[in-house]
């Protein structure tokens, strides 16, 4: 996370800077294959946050499944669906790893709204570097 909050924070100053100082042609070609350096750079970070969170869904459905099925067993009569879903919902256990699921998916969605971004960036530069 301190690496994403690092790159996020030199990309937002890297167009900071484009705004309040503008850019020549020469520059907007440095900053166009730094903006597709920096797109590589989240690209792998995307892999490995979006393997995490992957990892922690099938975690989480194992979990959810474990506690169900020692619900069920538990006695002879079933309990019912609305009751399974009571239990389940409030097992703390299943809402640890649940919430770290919540946060790998976000940092993985940020992670590519940063890719989006620059990827607009270095549309944006690469066509000031060819003078358009």
């Given at each position: 996370?301190?690496?994403?909050i690092?790159l996020k924070?030199?990309?937002?100053?890297?167009?900071?800077?484009?705004?309040?100082?503008?850019?020549?042609?020469?520059?907007?070609?440095?900053?166009?294959?730094?903006f597709?350096?920096?797109?590589m750079?989240?690209?792998t970070?995307l892999?490995?946050?979006?393997?995490?969170?992957?990892?922690?869904?099938?975690?989480?459905?194992?979990?959810?499944?474990?506690v169900?099925?020692?619900?069920v067993?538990?006695s002879?009569?079933k309990?019912?669906?609305?009751?399974?879903?009571?239990?389940?919902d409030t097992?703390?256990?299943?809402?640890?790893?649940?919430?770290?699921?919540?946060s790998a998916?976000?940092?993985?969605?940020?992670?590519?709204?940063?890719?989006?971004?620059?990827?607009n960036?270095?549309?944006?530069?690469?066509?000031i570097?060819k003078?358009?």
């Amino acid at each position: 996370m301190t690496k994403l909050i690092k790159l996020k924070s030199e990309i937002e100053k890297k167009i900071q800077d484009t705004y309040e100082s503008g850019v020549g042609m020469q520059d907007a070609e440095r900053l166009s294959a730094e903006f597709l350096h920096f797109m590589m750079t989240l690209s792998t970070m995307l892999s490995v946050t979006s393997l995490d969170a992957r990892m922690k869904k099938s975690g989480v459905k194992a979990i959810r499944s474990a506690v169900y099925l020692e619900e069920v067993s538990k006695s002879e009569k079933k309990p019912t669906e609305a009751m399974l879903t009571a239990i389940l919902d409030t097992n703390d256990i299943i809402s640890g790893e649940q919430k770290l699921l919540d946060s790998a998916e976000v940092e993985t969605e940020e992670l590519k709204r940063l890719y989006d971004i620059c990827n607009n960036c270095h549309i944006y530069y690469r066509n000031i570097g060819k003078g358009m």
